[in-house]
């Protein structure tokens, strides 16, 4: 049997293990909350759209009945305005006094307990021995008790600075009662309608702004639980994950792969130091450009293959000619000598190199491209046997 078919044997054993393993109760209590949820939210999102559908039209309906209303009660509506908003303000006012005096007169009971807690504290402090317990007691009753007062002036201000504009108000209202009289009467339909459309579109508001927080709640809800479902998956492939690891079998012992790399250390390579100096560097290069053209001279003398002139020259003019090359050679190297002695920095001639050419067919370069400069070429043997 083949290892792909062992790999989908044990895929099989593992699949079926998994299906045959019990589901985790709070799968199912998790899947049960986030189906609640997404009803609820599926109905509260069509009771929103019914909703705002409604103040739509509600508020076309009173928009248009009202506007029907100033049409028919003519400049009348405009000139009763000023009473109906003080009457509002009025009333506005009014109910900010009256919570203003609740918060005071709260203030003023807390101001009260809280000076007999402090009484209290004081006849046990004179009374009992443990005084440091009862002196740390009454200096934060103490400062409690500050506090409540500062809260109580703070309260007692609001509350006359609210009633002194209500007052204000109030006789801004009765001053136009008494001078609009006819077109208060008149006008009063229309403010009337108006006061209850703007009543009726209040409560629909405010249905529509619960029907959001209920939305909102919901979509919590609904992802909270697919969170807490997301975990429970993790933990139940955590879980089969161990179980497969502890039926694997031993592992055994590598065969060099988990070796420690041994550490190979290379012999240390140490380069000599150069001196880049002016007249080291010039010295060292001269010296060595003299050297190789010697050496370079030498050898192409012997080892040429492109320029043939043993075919052409005899025995004695080949003596004649090594005798002059080494002459030259000898002559080169003593320039060179004398140049470093009188250490003045001149290039070496022998680096200097021309492409100076006998116009001669078919040939390979010239001796002189290797040997220098110097013109071997002016031996009259040596002429007279080339030509």
Known sequence: MSDSSKIIESDNVHSNEANDEPLDPRIQIELERANAATSEIN?????????QKLFQISFSHCKQRLANLAKTLGRCVERG???????????QARLETGRAAQEYQNSVELHCVAKENLAAAENQLSKSEDNATWQECMNHLTMKVTQIEQDKMRYEQIHEEKSKLY???????????HSLTRVIIKSKPY???KFKAENELKNQKCRIEDVQNAIIKAKRTYRAALNSLEQISDEIHTKRKNQILLQLPLREPGVGAETPDEFIELPKIEFPKINLSNQSSEHDLSKSMNSMSVNTSTDCIYRSSNINLSTNISPLTNKKFEDHCRTQMIASVNNGNDQRMKKQIIPSRSVRIKSTRIHKPNEAPLLSHLFGTYKFHSDPNLNASTK
């Open 43 to 51: 109905n509260l999102e069509s009771q929103l759209d019914n909703a």
């Open 81 to 91: 305005r000023p009473y109906y908003d003080a009457v509002q303000q009025a009333e």
């Open 167 to 177: 007052q204000e108000y109030e006789q801004q209202r009765i001053k136009l009662r």
């Open 191 to 193: 403010f009337d309608a």
